[in-house]
């Protein structure tokens, strides 16, 4: 038994001393590294180039925010996702895409194949009602009411992006902080690695 444990004992510390083994290994290490890395920069930097260390809420000047704003097709999230959004107005205290009013500007146009397509006009109409789910208490058909008392007045494109944001930089943390441990773990396997050759 004791010599079988020191036969299993010797086989171990000549694959741990192996060099080829140790190579692949610091390899690995190198490529997740860098990986880890890439990830990590491109995430922080992509969605907030001038706020690294964290994520910030002014919207205007907000590269990131305004091309979430503008890559939004807002009669198609409007209309044909309505049932999709519309829960989040209540979450996110929000309405709309960039305003309230976005719902004023929307026109049902009659096709001559008698069908009917929904376009954002030039002219506001402000009769048309806001969703329920816009309103700040919710009451059977209380979005004929667009007051700031009674109604979200915020459109959601700003919160949905900071919400986005928050998110890519978790990530981009999470990312870092395991390249960190990589790197960890690559120190020690590079002086091992040189402690060995220093041996041969």
Same mark, same amino acid.
């Given at each position: 038994?004791?010599?079988? +444990?020191?036969?299993?004992? +010797?086989?171990?510390?000549?694959?741990?001393?192996s060099?080829?083994?140790? #190579? @692949?290994?610091?390899? @690995? %290490?190198?490529?997740?590294?860098?990986?880890?890395?890439?990830?990590?920069?491109? +995430?922080?930097?992509?969605?907030?180039?001038?706020?690294?260390?964290f994520?910030?809420?002014?919207?205007?000047?907000? *590269?990131?925010?305004?091309s979430?704003?503008?890559?939004?097709?807002?009669? *198609? @999230? %409007?209309v044909?996702?309505?049932?999709?959004i519309?829960?989040?107005?209540?979450?996110?205290? #929000?309405?709309?895409?960039? /305003?309230?009013?976005?719902?004023?500007?929307?026109?049902? @146009?009659?096709?001559?194949?008698?069908?009917?397509?929904?376009?954002i006009?030039?002219?506001?109409?402000?009769?048309?009602?806001?969703?329920? !789910?816009?309103?700040?208490?919710?009451?059977?058909?209380?979005?004929?009411?667009?007051?700031?008392?009674?109604?979200?007045?915020?459109? #959601? =494109?700003?919160?949905?992006?900071?919400?986005?944001?928050?998110?890519?930089?978790?990530?981009? =943390?999470?990312?870092?902080?395991?390249?960190?441990?990589? %790197?960890?773990?690559?120190?020690? !396997?590079?002086?091992? /690695?040189?402690?060995?050759m220093?041996? +041969?």
């Open positions: 038994m004791g010599k079988h +444990s020191k036969q299993h004992s +010797s086989s171990w510390s000549h694959f741990a001393n060099t080829v083994v140790l #190579c @692949i290994y610091i390899f @690995i %290490l190198l490529f997740l590294f860098t990986v880890q890395l890439v990830i990590g920069l491109l +995430s922080i930097i992509t969605v907030s180039p001038d706020h690294v260390f994520s910030t809420n002014s919207i205007r000047n907000d *590269d990131f925010l305004v979430v704003r503008e890559s939004v097709d807002i009669t *198609d @999230i %409007l044909n996702r309505g049932e999709e519309e829960p989040l107005y209540r979450e996110f205290h #929000c309405c709309g895409w960039n /305003y309230y009013d976005d719902y004023e500007y929307l026109r049902i @146009i009659d096709n001559d194949d008698n069908n009917q397509s929904i376009m006009d030039q002219y506001r109409n402000k009769t048309i009602p806001v969703p329920d !789910a816009c309103c700040k208490t919710f009451v059977p058909n209380c979005g004929q009411r667009k007051h700031p008392n009674n109604i979200y007045y915020d459109g #959601c =494109w700003s919160k949905f992006g900071a919400e986005m944001r928050d998110y890519v930089l978790m990530l981009g =943390w999470t990312a870092l902080a395991f390249a960190v441990i990589e %790197l960890i773990g690559l120190m020690f !396997a590079v002086c091992h /690695y040189v402690q060995i220093s041996k +041969s």
